[in-house]
């Protein structure tokens, strides 16, 4: 058990650039959370994965947002045209069941320039 | 939705007992965690209550009464690594994601 991974740690970008986020969920958890956290504040949810299937998207996560979890492993999250309001720590979460506690990666800390 | 109210910060003394309490509103509940999370780092894990009453795990103890919606994490013997920010947050009934509040920022002080 390495715990939950992601990369990058840290991301620079400037407005109107697209980034993208990994997260390598806990080995056997079919269960993958996105949050997003900003200064101050606890962590939002953004979206979750069961397996491959995206089973639900916070209402936070505009057009510009997608999430994949092609193989029911690994998750990527894209942010296109990035804004200076997307400036936050992304973090990922997985789980081994839906019941499960929750575990939470060191997060992605994104500012936009 | 989910509505989840916590004191901001609280400042005690090391060696000293903290109780933060946290009450909440929610439209489904399957439990209420307890994180700490230190500066720049990821949340980790501390307690879980999803029946009513204590919850006790070394120097930390965390209770939960349901028909009041309210919790509260025990901080015992505070040691100064205890300086952390508290997040509670209430896991809902179908969904399983968990809402947060917006944690209290604990100081130990020498």
């Known amino acids: 058990d390495t715990g939950v991974s992601q990369d990058p740690r840290h991301k620079i970008t400037k407005r109107g650039q697209n980034v993208t986020f990994r997260c390598d969920p806990i080995s056997e958890h079919n269960r993958l959370y996105w949050y997003r956290q900003t200064l101050g504040q606890g962590p939002e949810f953004l979206t979750y994965f069961q397996n491959e299937a995206q089973l639900e998207k916070s209402r936070l996560l505009s057009d510009r947002f997608s999430a994949e979890r092609p193989k029911g492993s690994f998750s990527t999250l894209e942010i296109q045209r990035t804004e200076q309001g997307d400036s936050a720590m992304y973090l990922c979460a997985s789980s081994l069941e839906a019941g499960g506690k929750q575990y939470f990666g060191p997060g992605t800390r994104l500012t936009v320039t | 939705g989910q509505n989840i109210d916590q004191p901001t910060e609280m400042t005690a003394t090391e060696g000293a007992i903290v109780q933060i309490n946290c009450t909440y509103q929610?439209?489904?509940?399957?439990?209420l965690f307890w994180y700490q999370q230190h500066a720049g780092e990821a949340p980790t894990f501390l307690s879980y209550?999803?029946?009513?009453g204590l919850e006790e795990k070394g120097r930390f103890s965390s209770f939960l009464s349901r028909s009041k919606g309210y919790s509260y994490l025990l901080l015992k013997e505070l040691q100064m690594k205890d300086s952390a920010s508290y997040l509670c947050a209430v896991r809902g009934a179908n969904d399983y994601k968990l809402s947060f509040g917006a944690g209290t920022t604990v100081t130990v002080r020498a």
């Open positions: 209550n999803v029946l009513d």
């Open positions: 929610t439209s489904g509940f399957n439990g």
